[in-house]
C-alpha cells in the first residue's frame, strides 16, 4: 500500500481500505456534488451497481498480470504468486467433509494484504468513464447532471463501459440489485431508463450506500426514521 500511495497508483475516487480515507469522507465528496446540482435547479442520475460475490471472484493469473502492470515485480511479485498458489477449499456439512478442489480465483479475506490486492484489482474500473465515479472497495456508484437527452445517453455508455470491463476482467455486476437514483425536486423529473445485460436497472426514490440512505431529493428525513427505529428497536 505504500508503494501504491507512494507512487499515486490508487485513484482519487477510491475511498476504501486506504488512510485518511473512509466512508464518511466517500459519502461526503458525493452528498457535496448531488447538493450542488440541486442547488442550481439541475438534476442528477445515479446508478448503484452491486458485484456478485466480488472479492470471491478476483482472478489470480489476471491479478498477478495488473500487479506486474503497476510495477509489483520481483522478489514481491514472486512471494504473491506463491501466497495465492496452490490453495484448496471443502465444504463441512454435519460433520461430513467433501474432497478437495483448488481455488483458482478470490482474494483470501481476513489477510491483511487482501484488501490491497482487491483495490489494484479493480483499480483501473472508472478509467473511459465520462460521468463521475466513487468507489468504496467493491461498491461502486456513478452519476450524471442531466440535462439534456445526449446526458442520458453518455451515462448509458459509460453503464455499457462497466459491463466491458466486468467481462473482460471475470468480475460480475448483479443485475437485479443495481439501483438508478434520480436526485430531483423537479415536479417532473426526466425518467431512468438504463440497461445493464438487457435488464433495466431499477429507478428508486431512495437506496441504501454506505449505510447512509439516500433520497431522491436528498433530505434526510427516511435516514433519520430508519435510524431511529432501529436504536428503537435495540
Same mark, same amino acid.
Given at each position: 500500500?505504500?508503494?501504491?500511495?507512494?507512487?499515486?497508483?490508487?485513484?482519487?475516487?477510491?475511498?476504501?481500505?486506504?488512510? +485518511?480515507? =473512509?466512508?464518511?469522507?466517500?459519502?461526503?465528496?458525493?452528498?457535496?456534488?448531488?447538493?450542488?446540482?440541486?442547488?442550481?435547479?439541475?438534476?442528477?442520475?445515479?446508478?448503484?451497481?452491486?458485484? =456478485? @460475490?466480488?472479492?470471491?471472484? *478476483?482472478?489470480?493469473?489476471?491479478?498477478?498480470?495488473?500487479?506486474?502492470?503497476?510495477? !509489483?515485480?520481483?522478489?514481491?511479485?514472486?512471494?504473491?504468486?506463491?501466497? $495465492?498458489?496452490?490453495?484448496?477449499?471443502?465444504? *463441512? /456439512?454435519?460433520?461430513?467433509?467433501?474432497? $478437495?478442489?483448488?481455488?483458482? =480465483?478470490? /482474494?483470501?479475506?481476513?489477510?491483511?494484504?487482501?484488501?490491497?490486492?482487491?483495490?489494484?484489482? !479493480?483499480?483501473?474500473?472508472?478509467?473511459? $468513464?465520462?460521468?463521475?465515479?466513487?468507489?468504496?472497495?467493491?461498491?461502486?456508484?456513478?452519476?450524471?447532471? !442531466?440535462?439534456?437527452?445526449?446526458?442520458?445517453?453518455?451515462?448509458?455508455?459509460?453503464?455499457?463501459? $462497466?459491463?466491458?470491463?466486468?467481462? @473482460?476482467?471475470?468480475?460480475?455486476?448483479?443485475?437485479?440489485?443495481?439501483?438508478?437514483?434520480? /436526485?430531483?425536486? +423537479?415536479?417532473?423529473?426526466?425518467?431512468?431508463?438504463?440497461?445493464?445485460?438487457?435488464?433495466?436497472?431499477?429507478?428508486?426514490?431512495?437506496?441504501?450506500?454506505?449505510? *447512509?440512505?439516500? =433520497?431522491?431529493?436528498?433530505?434526510?428525513? !427516511?435516514?433519520?426514521?430508519?435510524?431511529?427505529? +432501529?436504536?428503537?428497536?435495540?
Amino acid at each position: 500500500m505504500s508503494f501504491a500511495e507512494t507512487n499515486g497508483i490508487l485513484r482519487e475516487e477510491q475511498h476504501g481500505f486506504r488512510s +485518511k480515507r =473512509s466512508c464518511e469522507s466517500q459519502l461526503l465528496g458525493l452528498v457535496d456534488e448531488l447538493s450542488d446540482d440541486l442547488e442550481k435547479g439541475k438534476e442528477s442520475h445515479a446508478l448503484i451497481m452491486d458485484f =456478485s @460475490k466480488a472479492f470471491d471472484r *478476483v482472478c489470480h493469473e489476471l491479478l498477478l498480470h495488473k500487479l506486474h502492470h503497476y510495477g !509489483i515485480v520481483g522478489t514481491m511479485h514472486a512471494w504473491i504468486k506463491g501466497f $495465492l498458489s496452490d490453495r484448496q477449499q471443502a465444504v *463441512v /456439512v454435519d460433520g461430513a467433509t467433501s474432497s $478437495l478442489v483448488p481455488v483458482e =480465483s478470490g /482474494v483470501p479475506q481476513g489477510s491483511v494484504i487482501g484488501p490491497a490486492l482487491f483495490l489494484l484489482y !479493480i483499480n483501473d474500473l472508472p478509467e473511459g $468513464l465520462t460521468s463521475t465515479s466513487r468507489l468504496f472497495a467493491d461498491d461502486t456508484l456513478c452519476h450524471r447532471t !442531466i440535462s439534456s437527452a445526449s446526458d442520458k445517453q453518455a451515462l448509458q455508455e459509460d453503464l455499457n463501459r $462497466l459491463a466491458e470491463w466486468e467481462q @473482460k476482467w471475470l468480475m460480475s455486476f448483479h443485475p437485479d440489485k443495481c439501483q438508478t437514483l434520480p /436526485v430531483s425536486r +423537479k415536479r417532473n423529473p426526466t425518467p431512468c431508463s438504463y440497461k445493464l445485460h438487457g435488464h433495466i436497472l431499477s429507478p428508486v426514490n431512495e437506496a441504501k450506500y454506505l449505510g *447512509v440512505t439516500l =433520497s431522491h431529493d436528498l433530505r434526510w428525513d !427516511i435516514h433519520i426514521l430508519n435510524s431511529t427505529n +432501529k436504536a428503537d428497536a435495540t
